[in-house]
T-cell receptor, first 115, second 114 residues
Framework: AQSVAQPEDQVNVAEGNPLTVKCTYS??????LFWYVQYPNRGLQFLLK??????LVKGSYGFEAEFNKSQTSFHLKKPSALVSDSALYFC?????????????FGRGTSLIVHP | DSGVTQTPKHLITATGQRVTLRCSPR?????VYWYQQSLDQGLQFLIQ???????AKGNILERFSAQQFPDLHSELNLSSLELGDSALYFC?????????????FGQGTRLTVV
């Protein structure tokens, strides 16, 4: 089974400071990893994905993620946080179920950016 | 706007009733996924359809069922509703079901069972 884990329920950061939201993965074979963001009362929005190649992946809204094979991690980062970045962030992987690859999510990390 | 449309946005119904949630995937997307999101259980996969056929089942109760129609829209039917079924229900779609393909989510239907 393929899975991801988000070790932090909540991350607090001051506006203007760098932010990191952590994700670790457990996959067999090549990892295909995703980050999504959910704003209040909205659906999940795709931010970025890692398939292969450069370990630093750039995505929407100034976010990037660093893939680290030795640490089995795929942390989401942003150099300078905005109050508007406050939201719920999900790391994801496609897990195989019944022969189909299903997007499977971590429990989510609530990011709170303080003014 | 993700291109995935879900209706209705909100639904309030009584225990024991039956409701139908509707999802229109992004144009061209063949795969549709249904998820349930609650505070204590996180985002739980329910069921997947691909080009009209059921492909995978997750933690879907027997009281719940779904189908995908020839025009690729999908419906999730919830029956004999219980208080614990109150949650956000999301539909997502993707062009393929391959490992590296991202999924796009609708805005969700918030179901409240009273």
């Amino acid at each position: 089974a393929q899975s991801v884990a988000q070790p932090e329920d909540q991350v607090n950061v001051a506006e203007g400071n760098p932010l990191t939201v952590k994700c670790t993965y457990s996959v067999s074979g090549n990892p295909y990893l995703f980050w999504y963001v959910q704003y209040p009362n909205r659906g999940l929005q795709f931010l970025l994905k890692y398939i292969t190649g450069d370990n630093l992946v750039k995505g929407s809204y100034g976010f990037e993620a660093e893939f680290n094979k030795s640490q089995t991690s795929f942390h989401l980062k942003k150099p300078s946080a905005l109050v508007s970045d406050s939201a719920l962030y999900f790391c994801a992987v496609r897990d195989i179920r019944g022969g189909s690859y299903i997007p499977t999510f971590g429990r989510g990390t609530s990011l709170i950016v303080h003014p | 706007d993700s291109g995935v449309t879900q209706t209705p946005k909100h639904l309030i119904t009584a225990t024991g009733q039956r409701v139908t949630l509707r999802c229109s995937p992004r144009s061209g997307d063949l795969s549709v996924y249904w998820y349930q999101q609650s505070l204590d259980q996180g985002l739980q996969f329910l069921i997947q359809y691909y080009n009209g056929e059921e492909r995978a089942k997750g933690n879907i109760l027997e009281r719940f069922s779904a189908q995908q129609f020839p025009d690729l829209h999908s419906e999730l039917n919830l029956s004999s509703l219980e208080l614990g079924d109150s949650a956000l229900y999301f539909c997502a779609s993707s062009f393929t079901a391959e490992r590296g393909t991202e999924a796009f989510f609708g805005q969700g239907t918030r179901l409240t069972v009273v």
